[in-house]
């Protein structure tokens, strides 16, 4: 209930920046614990924000705001560092670093540094580096330097692959496919549209129109 708590010598202002509501928070390692019920275990130069956010061996990371939110990884916190997220649900980035979630729920970043996922829900980049996910649902990025435009059930499991609409699913290298069709049924992932080749452009629509001029 005090305006000022003083540690190592340096006062902090607010007292539930950093305890009443905090569970289990630490303020050591130039750390800054935000509002709400907020942990921190071994993280250096972090600040944390929102509900149940969670900060665990990194560095220079910082949860926003959200709920139930997690930043975490194995052994030397130095190996994990500038990564964050701004927002949303039950969010976690984990063994990788300079990768960011903006938001949405349930979204994951495992073992894939540099990486990005804006926002949606259920969506993933594990196991690659440089993947990006704009939103959608059960979207998947897990090639290096693949990309999932937006849409449902997508995946861009190889290098340099795109997927955009729903169901397109690329496992060969620098192929882009889109897809339009949603199959039998759309809340599933049935009825894919695969990639058949390296460096395959492929679209699967039922109506195809182009344009030259207006």
């Known amino acids: 209930?005090?305006?000022?708590?003083?540690h190592n010598g340096k006062m902090v202002r607010g007292a539930t920046s950093i305890g009443g509501t905090n569970v289990d928070g630490e303020l050591r390692g130039n750390n800054s614990l935000g509002g709400g019920n907020a942990n921190m275990t071994g993280a250096t130069n972090s600040t944390t924000g929102g509900t149940g956010a969670s900060l665990q061996s990194t560095a220079n990371a910082i949860?926003?705001?959200g709920e139930s939110n997690l930043i975490t990884g194995?052994?030397?916190?130095t190996l994990w560092i500038n990564s964050g997220i701004v927002g949303g649900q039950s969010n976690a980035i984990t063994n990788s670093k300079n990768a960011v979630i903006g938001g949405g729920y349930q979204n994951v970043i495992t073992d894939s540094s540099s990486s990005f996922i804006g926002g949606g829900d259920g969506n993933q980049a594990t196991v690659a580096g440089a993947a990006v996910v704009v939103g959608g649902t059960n979207n998947k990025a897990n090639g290096n330097r693949g990309q999932v435009l937006g849409g449902t059930f997508n995946e861009a499991n190889a290098f340099a692959a795109t997927a955009l609409g729903l169901k397109a699913q690329i496992t060969h290298n620098y192929a882009f496919l889109i897809n339009t069709l949603p199959g039998a049924?759309?809340?599933?992932?049935?009825?894919?549209?695969?990639?058949?080749?390296v460096s395959e452009f492929g679209v699967r629509c039922d109506n195809v129109r182009i344009f030259t001029n207006l």
């Open 63 to 65: 949860i926003a705001a």
């Open 185 to 197: 049924d759309v809340n599933t992932d049935s009825d894919p549209f695969n990639s058949a080749s």
């Open 1 to 6: 209930n005090t305006d000022h708590i003083w």
């Open 74 to 77: 194995v052994g030397d916190p």
